[in-house]
């Protein structure tokens, strides 16, 4: 089969691939679409030390497992887990201690032709959600994650920074909760598609220091972080959205004295996400860029990796 192979911080396209047999309790999907995520670029930076095929947003169709789902079109949660550690006991499969994660620890990911998973990890499409807008499920519930673990009120203040990808599903969903809602960006063109939306933007000078409730950070970069931190009343919460290639270095004083919590935030819940697709309650289309085959893999990551770039889509035959 055909698929993006990374070795070595190396990225090739690869049309000798084996077709994966599924394990017991795993099913074969054929891949329709996938999509490249911020993770994948860091994955070829050196952020984990991967080899395998990339790959965790996408929708397919399940060709080889039970006879009732065979055909069906679905997405698929990404951690794959071991079902008997302390974290799998207690109701906290994302964070197994034995577990596999779709094209990023252990697992061939989707960007191939076929792929595996656990039955239980993959979720049904509903009919009338687009299998480009279906692409987005993982990231919405990712989304979705910060909701889980902090409750937000709509009296509070709360402050989106990052414009990209991420940063427009999460302002998309905070803005659902009715809370008073910024989301800080630099490009004008993507604050306008919140705007669209009815979400207040603006730039890093709108952020007045010690005003927020709570801040999310989506860039990626130190002066996200901080811009992030120096918004926050004392007690305030920081979520961390992003994952960093590289070191991040910050002022942990500052944190203690203004007892500022800091929070972690990576996978969310699919069904939530799904419901959200298919109420439309949430746009992702408009955040698509470019579509490539597989075939054309290596150009699309290249646009990917441009500065400012949105959702590149892959499309499998």
């Excluded at 993507?190 to 007045?208: H, P």
């Excluded at 959200?276 to 990796?305: C, M, T, W």
Aim: proline share 5%.
């Amino acid at each position: 089969m055909k698929g993006l192979w990374l070795e070595n911080q190396q990225l090739q396209f690869r049309d000798n691939l084996p077709v994966p047999e599924p394990p017991k309790d795993e099913v074969r999907v054929r891949v329709l679409r996938a999509g490249i995520c911020n993770t994948d670029l860091e994955l070829i930076r050196g952020y984990y030390p991967y080899k395998g095929i990339l790959g965790h947003e996408f929708v397919g169709i399940i060709e080889q497992g039970p006879e009732e789902f065979i055909n069906q079109r679905v997405v698929g949660e990404i951690n794959a887990s071991c079902g008997d550690c302390w974290f799998c006991r207690t109701g906290q499969p994302t964070h197994c201690e034995n577990r596999t994660v779709l094209g990023i620890v252990n697992r061939n990911g989707a960007f191939a032709d076929y792929l595996t998973l656990p039955l239980k990890n993959l979720h049904l499409v509903p009919e009338n959600v687009a299998t480009d807008a279906a692409t987005f499920t993982e990231p919405v519930a990712a989304a979705l994650e910060i909701q889980q673990q902090i409750s937000i009120q709509p009296n509070q203040k709360v402050l989106v920074v990052g414009d990209g990808k991420l940063g427009q599903l999460i302002a998309q969903t905070l803005a659902l909760t009715g809370c008073d809602l910024l989301a800080i960006g630099r490009h004008r063109e993507k604050l306008e598609n919140l705007e669209k939306r009815g979400i207040k933007t603006g730039f890093s000078d709108a952020v007045k220091p010690k005003t927020f409730d709570i801040a999310v950070e989506c860039t990626g970069n130190p002066s996200g972080f901080e811009l992030a931190h120096q918004a926050l009343r004392p007690r305030g919460i920081l979520v961390l959205k992003s994952t960093y290639a590289g070191k991040l270095t910050f002022d942990a004083s500052a944190l203690v004295v203004d007892e500022i919590t800091l929070i972690g935030s990576r996978c969310g819940p699919f069904a939530p996400a799904l419901e959200l697709l298919a109420e439309n309650k949430i746009d992702v289309e408009s955040l698509i860029q470019a579509r490539y085959p597989l075939s054309e893999g290596l150009e699309a990551f290249n646009h990917a990796q441009q500065k400012g770039v949105m959702k590149i889509l892959l499309e499998m035959s």
